[in-house]
């Protein structure tokens, strides 16, 4: 089954998405995820310069020599470009493969291992009563599972805040990076506040998910959960920069509120240490940035051993060929936890035609062959690359912080 065709499609469907897409000799099509936030002309360009010339002639059905050969292949090993790249070729060859055989790709990965896919939703709000009124919205539609975020009292543009009700939140909202402010010990005093208040409107028989987003000392990240345990968090979410692996130490040693780490993660190098040493309970690295679904299960497979669980990235930035694709592997793999679903809005539809549902609070990839999602290339073309970067983060006297 030789591939005859490999290219690039950028488009902004209501947000940038970058899409791989693979022909073989036998007309069957594949596609991948290789939308990277605020670079997707990085992506765009390694894959269209790099990878797609490699792989014309190539087997399409060789998907663990082609993810050696081009991970192997470059030396310049791991990162965010190049496993964007890689996990766009990965997951189009599993496509690929899926679609000749017939069948949804998670009967190719070993069958449904559950019955559905616990998401959680995104609620947020600039009040703690407009949040309160998104989190009934979401409980509402059924979900069992919700993340909460707030605006910081005293600080004017904070993580994770919605445009308004109903819609996708959207980081990557101009074509400069905005500025944002933070000041840790106003957050550090608000949060505990902010669950405090969700837990008394909404009991404790939902999920209730917290993204810090990598902004806190090791310590003061050990602050947080300590004074959240009573709350009981599904989990805090990147409560330090992750590429520190060893301070998570300092964070086990003083709260046994769950972690959850790794949506920057491109490998398993990134996150082995974290997860031989138990220092999370949630992996979080997802398909499209770390190596497709070949490298992904990899990193199931190890967190398995060490009863870490897992816990993929799936923000509106990441395409509905990636939610998709997550959603296979989600529906098998025994040491599954819980998958990010923040949606998609406006024209994506158009671009992105879905078999994936979403039921009570569960997902599923449908039974379509292969993904279960058709890219439509002619409403790409209607939607041409809009520059988005995602915003940097200043504390009040000016110093660049985590964003
Ligand atoms: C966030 C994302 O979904 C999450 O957990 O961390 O919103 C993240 O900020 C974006 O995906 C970055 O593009
Ligand atoms: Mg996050």
Sequence with gaps: MKITDARVVVSSPGRNYVTLIIETEDGVTGIGDATLNGRELSVAAYLADHLCPLLIGRDARRIEDTWHYLYKGAYWRRGPVTMTAIAAVDVALWDIKAKAAGMPLYQLLGGAARDGVLVYGHASGTTLDDLSADFQRHLDLGYKAVRAQAAVPGLDKTYGIAGGSGTVYEPANGNRPQEDTWETTAYLDFA?????????????????????????????????????????????????????????RVIRDHTTTPI???????????????????????????VSHSGGITHLRRIFSLAELYGVRTGSHGAGDLSPAAMAAALHVDLTVPNFGIQEYMGHTGPVGEVFRTSYTFTDGYMHPGDAPGLGVEFDEDAAARYPYDPKYLPVNRRLDGTVHDW
């Design 192 to 248: 505990p506040v902010m669950m405090g208040h969700i837990r008394e409107r909404f009991g404790y028989g939902v999920h209730l998910l917290h993204d810090v987003h990598h902004r806190l000392s090791p310590i003061e990240a050990g602050r947080l959960g300590a004074a959240v345990e009573r709350y009981r968090p599904f989990w805090i979410e990147d409560p330090t920069p992750a590429e520190d692996q060893s301070a998570f």
């Design 260 to 286: 959850a780490v790794g949506e920057v993660f491109n490998s398993i190098w990134d996150c082995q240490q974290l997860i031989t040493e138990r220092l999370i309970d949630y992996i979080r690295t997802s």
